[in-house]
Structure formats: structure tokens, C-alpha cells
């Protein structure tokens, strides 16, 4: 496998279920991310992980849990979500976190989650 | 408040040029990205600009000007395989990135 990997590709849950949705990057890169995209907006930045630290924190419910185990694998625990949470999460990796110059980011295909 | 500004949906003929505009109004600026997405693929990497003036890279050529706040990706040639939409992204003064919502781009033989 390369590239970023993301599983399951499609997931639909009831709001009192609970899920992770899973991300494996094969590039060697440092750092990782999620996003929330929904339709005709803007990719919404939910969580960074930069050395398996977490750097960033937009402002995201507690009932989205982020989990970054080692360098190359990153989840997002879900729990008691809401039918606005319904979106395609995207996760993405890229050789540095923050700062300067062209940290190109490498993005998986995404979840497709629907909260019923 | 920060805000990045591209056309909801383009309509262009196969073969033909295509021009979509980007304007940004960030707190700094520290480089814009271009990003092609599949219907139900990954965004994927095409253009980077930092400083003003043209990047031509094959068919797609990315154009930036820091004064107005502006940025055109430029697309030649057109392929049906060119249908997708394109993410505009600014990095401001505390890099982090700021996205557009996307230009759907329909090609039409």
C-alpha cells in the first residue's frame, strides 16, 4: 500500500452508536490531520498531530475523540453524534506540521459518514 | 474575519482554456495551493505560489499576486478527465490553512 489509507470507506450509524474511523499513511511523513468536508464548504481543520502530538484543536464537540498512536496511524473515535455530523472525513499527512514553506499535504479518499 | 473566494461551479468545452479565480483576504500570507478533487477521490496536490508571477507546470499554470489578494489556476487543453473540483488554500501569518469551497469544473465534449 502507499499513499494514505483510509477505512471504511462508508459508514452510516444511529446517533447512540460508536465508531473510529481509521487512517494509515505509507510515506514516511510526521505529521497528520483531520478534516471535515460537506458539501459546497469549506474543508474544516479538526485535529493536527505533529509527532504523534496533538497540535491543534479547532473547537471540535468531545464527541469526536482523535488517536494517534505511532507516526503512521491515526483514528477518530465517534460517539453520540448528531445528523449535522454527516460529512466526509478526510485524513491527510504531510512531512511537517506547521511553519514555513510548501508542507504539501497527501489526503486519503475519505470516510463518508451519514449519523441517522 | 478570513475568507477565500472561488466560483461555486464552471461550465467549459473539451479542448478549450479555462481560467478559476481565487481572492483571499487572510491575516498574512505565506503561500497558496492549488488542489485538484475526484468525485469521491482524494484532493490531490497541483500548484504552490509564494511569490508573484506565473508557475507553469504541463497543461495547468497557477498564477498569484500577492497586492490584490488574487490567484487563477489556468487549465489548457481541456480533458473530460480535467472534471473535478479545485481547492484553493491559503497559508496566513500562523500557517495555518484557510480553504475555499471548491470550484466544481464541468467539461462538456
Known amino acids: 500500500e502507499t499513499g494514505v489509507t483510509q477505512t471504511p470507506r462508508h459508514l452510516v450509524m444511529g446517533m447512540t452508536n460508536k465508531k473510529s474511523l481509521k487512517c494509515e499513511q505509507h510515506?514516511?511523513?510526521?505529521?497528520m490531520y483531520w478534516y471535515k468536508q460537506s458539501a459546497k464548504k469549506p474543508l474544516e481543520l479538526m485535529f493536527v498531530?505533529?509527532?504523534?502530538?496533538?497540535?491543534e484543536n479547532n473547537s471540535v464537540p468531545s464527541r469526536f475523540s482523535p488517536e494517534c498512536p505511532n507516526s503512521s496511524h491515526l483514528f477518530l473515535h465517534l460517539h453520540t453524534l448528531q445528523p449535522e455530523d454527516s460529512a466526509l472525513y478526510l485524513c491527510?499527512?504531510?512531512?511537517?506540521?506547521?511553519?514555513?514553506?510548501?508542507?504539501?499535504?497527501?489526503f486519503g479518499a475519505g470516510s463518508r459518514l451519514t449519523v441517522l | 474575519g478570513q475568507n477565500i473566494d472561488q466560483p461555486t461551479e464552471m461550465t467549459a468545452t473539451e479542448g478549450a482554456i479555462v481560467q478559476i479565480n481565487c481572492t483571499y483576504q487572510?491575516?498574512?500570507?505565506?503561500?497558496l495551493f492549488w488542489y485538484q478533487q475526484h468525485a469521491g477521490e482524494a484532493p490531490t496536490f497541483l500548484s504552490y505560489?509564494?511569490l508573484d508571477g506565473l508557475e507553469e507546470k504541463g497543461r495547468f499554470s497557477s498564477f498569484l499576486s500577492r497586492s490584490k489578494g488574487y490567484s487563477y489556476l489556468l487549465l489548457k487543453e481541456l480533458q473530460m478527465k480535467d472534471s473535478a473540483s479545485y481547492l484553493c488554500?491559503?497559508?496566513?501569518?500562523?500557517?495555518?490553512?484557510?480553504w475555499g469551497a471548491g470550484t466544481k469544473l464541468i467539461i462538456k465534449p
Open positions: 491527510a499527512s504531510s512531512q511537517d506540521g506547521t511553519g514555513d514553506g510548501a508542507n504539501v499535504l497527501t
Open positions: 510515506l514516511g511523513h510526521n505529521a
Open positions: 498531530y505533529s509527532l504523534e502530538e496533538r497540535v
Open positions: 487572510t491575516s498574512g500570507f505565506n503561500g
Open positions: 505560489n509564494v
Open positions: 488554500a491559503v497559508k496566513d501569518s500562523n500557517y495555518q490553512l484557510i
